[in-house]
């Protein structure tokens, strides 16, 4: 599992450390793995240009001692100091190995300044790292901006400026880097859009941090992470043990999202699927997936009719009338785990006791469906997901996967859970649908709400990848049934360790 922290967990561990060790041993810790990362980013070092963004703190001072180290191997290096105060050790350091300097006097259009970031082959972005706080503010927030234009490989120090680091809320201008390297553990900020789109590839440095780390506050499942979680049928199992699921889906004017919520259910390896809708998503359904035990269910019946379950998925494509409401009421009010999504969510968000129940609950809104339930724009979500996210768990009482750019799964009182897999092109129609029964398949399977959801935008994540033309992840478009077509291999390859 991979754990990430806060600026202030970081920096007590760091204390802790530092208080063991000589002055000045951490950062040239940082400085050499940063230097190491400079040298791996470069075709040769002895005559390459590197050019620092040198901010007034630390952060400053790493990118300094980095850049001695690049200058003793021949590289010639220029510091860009942009702060009203510099580390003087690491300046004296950098300038005994040959490297120069040049001040921000005329300010970031000073054409020196442009000339040196557009021939630099490493830019390293020493501007502000776990220090900083709020908006960038001039001349760093100029130099983000030249940096956006670099043609060399633009390498962030412990985290890209203009990121904040705890939470990956960007307020202004922020340096959007190829590589961080990031030093002690990860950052949380790092792992959580809009900041994580500006981290580019993540390389986390070991400092000797990690006996005085708190537990995480966020923390990112890996592949094995998953696969020791994911239910799998054992000898005695028979499609009952391995978990009944009922989706509650569709309408006669949307039809769509009931084939995909099944698909997903189905191809996520639910034992049984048991359908309940209006006549015409139970025909499609029927003809798409003949393994599926349908029934229609009429205004003011009860799904429970339609027989036993172990959890219940509510909500694609099923309308917000009345006839809808007391639909979803109905499979609510049953006593197993249920994953309310979609209209399900718009129904919520009218009349939030759907959701006020004793069996587990998982809730998979996007930032809009989140916005509706909290009476919040989207956009204030979209800039600030770890803290709505936890909020929405807290305020609900609900396990919440916030759906976008980064995908979390908070529950009150745990770490949030940050998904790593997944693409650009997952952000297409019908996906959402998929997802829902695939997290449904795995709380019918016995996963808790957290495993549930956490594992299901997993595999999900890595099915779109292999949708989007390959395991790392292509650049094909996608449809949301390639996503349930790709299903069965993405796990298979995920617990045979690929
Ligand atoms: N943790 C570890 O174990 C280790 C940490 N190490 C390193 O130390 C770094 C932390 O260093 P830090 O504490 O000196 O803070 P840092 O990030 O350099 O910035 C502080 C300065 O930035 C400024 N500033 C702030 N906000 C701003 C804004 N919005 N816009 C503009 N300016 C802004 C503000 O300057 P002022 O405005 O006061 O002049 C403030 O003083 C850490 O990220 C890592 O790289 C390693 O060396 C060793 C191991
Ligand atoms: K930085």
Request: aromatic content about 4%; overall charge neutral; glycine content about 16%.
């Amino acid at each position: 599992m991979l754990t990430a922290y806060t600026s202030d967990e970081i920096r007590t561990a760091e204390r802790a450390l530092m208080a063991l060790l000589p002055e000045g041993t951490l950062m040239r810790r940082a400085a050499t793995a940063l230097a190491v990362a400079c040298v791996e980013a470069l075709p040769r070092v002895y005559g390459s240009r590197v050019v620092l963004l040198v901010g007034s703190g630390d952060n400053g001072g790493d990118a300094l001692y980095a850049g001695a180290l690049l200058a003793r191997r021949g590289a010639r290096v220029d510091a860009v100091l942009a702060g009203k105060r510099v580390h003087e050790d690491g300046l004296a350091e950098l300038t005994r190995a040959g490297g120069r300097r040049l001040g921000l006097s005329q300010g970031t259009s000073d054409p020196a300044v442009r000339a040196l970031v557009d021939r630099a082959d490493v830019l390293v972005d020493g501007l502000v790292g776990i220090g900083g706080t709020g908006a960038l503010r001039e001349p760093y927030a100029g130099l983000a901006r030249l940096a956006a234009g670099a043609p060399g490989v633009v390498v962030a120090v412990d985290v890209p400026s203009g990121v904040d680091a705890s939470t990956g809320e960007v307020e202004g201008d922020a340096v959007t880097a190829h590589l961080t390297v990031t030093f002690g553990a990860a950052k949380a900020g790092l792992l959580i859009d809009p900041g994580a789109s500006r981290v580019g590839a993540l390389r986390v440095a070991g400092i000797g941090l990690g006996p005085y780390l708190p537990e995480p506050g966020v923390v990112a499942l890996t592949g094995p992470d998953v696969a020791g979680r994911l239910p799998r049928p054992g000898a005695e199992s028979n499609k009952y043990r391995r978990g009944v699921i009922g989706v509650v889906a569709g309408s006669d004017r949307f039809t769509g999202a009931a084939v995909l919520a099944v698909a997903g259910a189905v191809r996520a390896g639910a034992g049984l699927v048991r359908f309940a809708g209006a006549a015409e998503p139970v025909r499609q359904v029927r003809a798409r997936w003949p393994e599926a035990v349908t029934a229609v269910v009429s205004p003011g019946e009860d799904v429970k009719d339609v027989g036993r379950v172990q959890a219940w998925v509510v909500g694609p494509g099923m309308g917000t009338d009345d006839d809808a409401h007391a639909l979803a009421a109905s499979a609510l009010a049953a006593g197993v785990p249920a994953l309310v999504d979609a209209d399900g969510l718009t129904l919520a968000a009218r009349d939030r006791s759907l959701l006020r129940r004793a069996a587990p609950t998982l809730i998979t809104p996007h930032t809009g469906e989140l916005g509706r339930l909290l009476g919040v724009p989207a956009d204030e979500i979209e800039a600030r997901r770890l803290y709505y996210a936890r909020r929405a768990a807290a305020e609900l009482g609900v396990t919440v996967l916030l759906k976008g750019s980064t995908t979390l799964v908070a529950e009150e009182g745990g770490p949030v859970r940050v998904n790593l897999t997944g693409t650009p092109w997952l952000a297409t129609g019908g996906t959402g649908d998929v997802l829902a029964g695939i997290a449904g398949a795995y709380l019918a399977g016995g996963l808790s709400a957290l495993d549930a959801a956490s594992c299901a935008a997993y595999v999900h994540g890595l099915a779109g990848r292999a949708a989007a033309g390959g395991p790392g992840g292509g650049e094909a478009p996608i449809a949301a049934l390639d996503i349930a077509r790709e299903l069965p291999g993405a796990i298979r390859s995920l617990v045979a360790g690929g």
